[in-house]
């Protein structure tokens, strides 16, 4: 939630300013940014869009954007959770052959299995 104040002088004979009103208007409205550390570094940063993929995670990344799918799409469809599809796509594990085989039909990926 933001507040904005605004502080209106007043002239010598009591009376409201309003143009300068106005004028401070303008120096008064900020806004404040708060980064909070609460997450305790629990949080894995953003993976980038790879432009040359090399791995089965930035295949199935860059699938799963050709398709406008997100991830949460792409988790209910195969039948996983979401944290699964983050693990595959930021090669911390891969699909098992049933479900590359899912995965192959909603991505539009290759049939055949990934040998590691």
Avoid: Y
């Avoid at 209106?8 to 004028?23: C, F, R, Y």
């Amino acid at each position: 939630m933001f507040t904005k104040l605004l502080i209106v002088p007043k002239t010598p004979q009591g009376e409201d300013n309003h143009n300068l009103a106005g004028a401070l208007l303008g120096i008064t409205q900020r806004t404040i940014r708060v980064i909070h550390k609460h997450s305790g570094g629990r949080l894995s940063p953003r993976k980038l869009i790879p432009v040359n993929p090399k791995t089965v995670g930035d295949h199935l990344l860059l699938k799963r954007i050709k398709a406008n799918l997100s991830q949460p799409e792409v988790a209910l469809k195969a039948g996983v959770s979401e944290r699964t599809i983050r693990a595959w796509e930021h090669d911390r594990s891969l699909p098992a052959e049933a479900q590359w085989q899912v995965l192959a039909g909603i991505l539009g990926l290759d049939s055949t299995f990934p040998r590691s």
